[in-house]
């Protein structure tokens, strides 16, 4: 603990770092989130962003210090979309109001975004209780996390965490447009899509507190992120995306015509006149496809362009 105040007295004074915390049905442990960055970052801003909480929420965070903000849209992406819109700061510490994400580690993590200048420093989860991190969220996490790097490159361990440190140029070139848990997919993938310089630290994962539920679905909230990564390979790498579409169209059509070949070239007839329409049709279907994704292709590396140029015109400062 010594050892992050140092770090937090070291940082710039000029500095303006704001903790964003979205927050819905946290009554139970937002006042801790709220008095540890607090401790962790004592010149930060703490706003607090009640998603439409049927609990106390937000009387428990005004009543521990922080800035309440209010958000009527439910879901996680529509509160970072309105966070990344409403606060301006130097720094942004994002993070869950769960009180599962340690904040001493804040400091730490602000440091090694500004002295190393990046954009990103990603907060990794490591914990050894089990109750903290369940089998299934765990192994899902793994799952998404090395599909997305795979197809969109190599560098985070655990994507789905949902304590960040970002820039000022990240959050004000983000376009945020999910609206639920999907957000996190969709923020490293801005991160990997830019190139941006990103490093990850590694933090403590603490079990919730009697009482305290995660709002966190297994499979309903897996199967959104899957299909928002499947719709990023489609937007940010359509000629693989077509291509693999294509490629398996032609596959289909030229193994169905084998057959009707191979009786016309014995008989010099087409009986199976249906089945030599339809592979005929899917090796056309595969070659719209790839000529598709050829067009898209150049289309996205322009919108790739665009995106980086509204990055780079962003001012790192407020």
Known sequence: MLEQNVIAKAL????????????????????????????ALPNASIHVYDNASSDNTAEVAAAAGAIVHHESR??????????????????????????????????????????????????????TIEEAYRPGHRFGNWLLTNLVTSIFGRHFTDMLSGYKVLSRRFVKSFPAMSTGFETETEIAVHALELRMPS????TEYKDRPPGSTSKLRTYSDGYRILMLILRLVKDERPFQFFGFVGFLAMVAGFVLSIPVIITYIETGLVPRMPTAVLSLGLVLLGVLCFFSGLILDMTTRTRREMKRLVYLATSPRA
């Not at 994400?101 to 490591?126: C, I, T, W």
Request: proline letters at 3%.
């Open 199 to 202: 490093a990850e630290v590694e």
């Open 74 to 127: 439910r879901g996680k992406g529509n509160v970072v979309r309105r966070m990344f819109g409403d606060i301006d700061a130097d720094v942004f510490v994002m993070v869950d109001g769960d009180d599962t994400y340690e904040a001493a580690k804040a400091p730490l993590m602000v440091q090694k975004l500004v002295m190393e200048n990046l954009d990103f420093v990603n907060g990794s989860r490591h914990t």
């Open 12 to 39: 710039p004074e000029h500095l303006r770092v704001a903790v964003l915390v979205p927050c819905y049905n946290e009554a139970l442990t937002i006042g801790n989130v709220v008095l540890a960055f607090r401790q």
